[in-house]
């Protein structure tokens, strides 16, 4: 699928014309898409695979185990099946995402309860698989570092200075959904229009995907070409921009809209676990769009993060 640009990052870090090739890469690509293919990220090779299998291990408990760590969506911990429906994002009614999630993510808290009781809980990790604790900071750590050399270099693709974002991530939000997509033989045959994440953009900055491929993977949308599988590779990860970053680029770059298929009746026992790491801004940020001519419209309010993304995780919660 060449509406996605695939890009290496090891190209970025050399400076020179190879870095002012990568930028135009990033321009162009995410003008089309909303999407990139990244290689030479830096995650620990193997770490990913580890946090994935740990994760099995959980999702594997009886569900009465899983209970203990319920919360709803924005919550810190299990997410069950039925909670959410990410359709309702684009005004779509629609059933229940064929998913479930355990989620972690920041928790630099402020010291103000109104804010750290949404954006800043303490992580739970489960008893039954203590391993996951450790992976999954490794892992964190290590995409929140990536996430912010990503904002660098989209700084500079739009000939801003690199560290145009760095005021605006001093104590940033973020959550990393580790998603399990079950198979079939476990959820049934989907209803019509049901899948495993229906179609909706993301909420933030910049979200980086390590997946697994299958029949009922993930799609992206795209005016050229309608949905279409997404491309992978192994050793890249996939990333998109989310509506705040869509929003401060004064809509030059889409939001990258996308879906998880349904499980397929030609691999009824597909079971697949992505990690899924959303990065946005300090709660506190103000985010003013550009301007013509690096924005494509003008005249947008700012908006100040906590608010702008809050609206946007209310309308996928099923209460």
Request: aromatic residues 10%; negative net charge; contains cysteine.
């Amino acid at each position: 699928m060449n509406a996605i640009t695939s890009i290496d990052l090891a190209r970025w870090r050399a400076g020179g014309t190879a870095a002012a090739d990568v930028e135009r890469e990033v321009d162009a690509g995410l003008r089309r898409a909303g999407f990139l293919v990244v290689y030479g990220h830096g995650i620990p090779e193997g770490l990913p695979a580890a946090a994935r299998s740990a994760a099995r291990r959980f999702f594997a408990l009886p569900d009465e185990v899983k209970e203990r760590y319920a919360v709803t969506v924005g919550g810190r911990g299990w997410i069950g099946p039925g909670k959410e429906a990410n359709g309702y994002a684009e005004g779509t009614e629609t059933l229940p995402d064929l998913k479930e999630t355990y989620a972690v993510g920041a928790d630099t808290a402020t010291g103000d309860p109104v804010v750290d009781d949404l954006w800043f809980l303490p992580n739970v990790w489960p008893a039954e698989v203590s391993e996951l604790r450790e992976l999954m900071e490794a892992y964190t750590t290590a995409v929140h570092a990536l996430s912010d050399e990503l904002l660098s270099l989209f700084a500079a693709a739009l000939n801003l200075p690199a560290d145009s974002f760095a005021p605006m991530t001093t104590r940033p939000t973020w959550t990393c959904n580790i998603n399990h997509y079950p198979p079939m033989t476990k959820v049934g045959t989907p209803e019509p229009g049901q899948f495993r994440i229906g179609p909706h953009t993301d909420f933030g900055t910049v979200t980086v995907l390590d997946r697994e491929p299958g029949a009922g993977g993930l799609q992206v949308y795209t005016e050229g070409k309608g949905w279409a599988d997404a491309p992978y590779d192994p050793a890249a990860l996939t990333v998109n921009i989310g509506d705040l970053l869509a929003y401060w680029s004064g809509q030059r770059w889409p939001s990258g809209r996308h879906r998880v298929l349904p499980p397929q009746p030609q691999a009824p026992d597909e079971d697949l676990v992505s990690l899924i790491y959303f990065y946005e801004l300090d709660h506190d940020a103000v985010v003013t769009p550009l301007e013509p001519p690096i924005g494509q419209v003008t005249g947008q309010p700012p908006v100040i993060s906590a608010d702008f993304l809050r609206t946007r995780l209310d309308a996928i919660t099923i209460q």
